[in-house]
């Protein structure tokens, strides 16, 4: 910012420095804070030159906790006070591939993916994201992965239904006065 000059009581020019991770909350004559304090656009009476330091108060941290929602592992919470990438995914789940974390267990929340980048406005539990998906195997080829939620849910229904159903037959005109 430019020195502001003047020789009648005037306001202060608006603050335009920005500080990550802190919030402005005005001036002082001493960097410490321990002199005179003016509000951002106070009004100065410019009988003397001063030099105004900025004041900066942190903004409040939050933390980011990791649930493995029946997954295996350990990850430590990640706590902090400006956008930050989340700590990549450390749980394992045998069988199956992470995809992604979300604010819900059931994946009906917020989806956020691996090392995506999080305000850390809020405090938050982040889980793998909704059902694990089945990682293909030599036994268990790509499109039989990717389809098993369906077939363990169609396996685990009771059919009350025949699996066929019969085919009509086609009447066939018999010749007249044929007999069988």
Do not use: I, K
């Amino acid at each position: 910012m430019a020195p502001q000059t003047a020789n009648v009581p005037t306001a202060l020019t608006a603050n335009a420095f920005t500080y990550t991770g802190y919030t402005f909350q005005g001036w002082n004559t001493a960097a410490d804070g321990s002199g005179t304090a003016y509000a951002d656009e106070a009004v100065y009476d410019f009988a003397a030159d001063v030099t105004l330091y900025a004041q900066w108060t942190a903004l409040p941290s939050h933390t980011v906790t990791f649930d493995a929602n029946g997954g295996d592992g350990a990850m430590a919470p990640q706590t902090a006070n400006v956008p930050t990438a989340l700590t990549a995914n450390a749980f394992t789940y045998t069988g199956y591939t992470f995809q992604g974390w979300n604010t819900a267990a059931d994946g009906s929340g917020t989806a956020y993916a691996d090392e995506a980048v999080y305000d850390f406005a809020a405090d938050v539990t982040l889980t793998p994201s909704g059902p694990p998906t089945p990682t293909p195997s030599p036994t268990m080829p790509a499109p039989a992965a990717a389809s098993a939620e369906r077939l363990l849910r169609r396996w685990s229904t009771a059919r009350t239904e025949p699996r066929s159903r019969p085919y009509p037959l086609a009447a066939t005109a018999s010749p007249a006065g044929a007999t069988a």
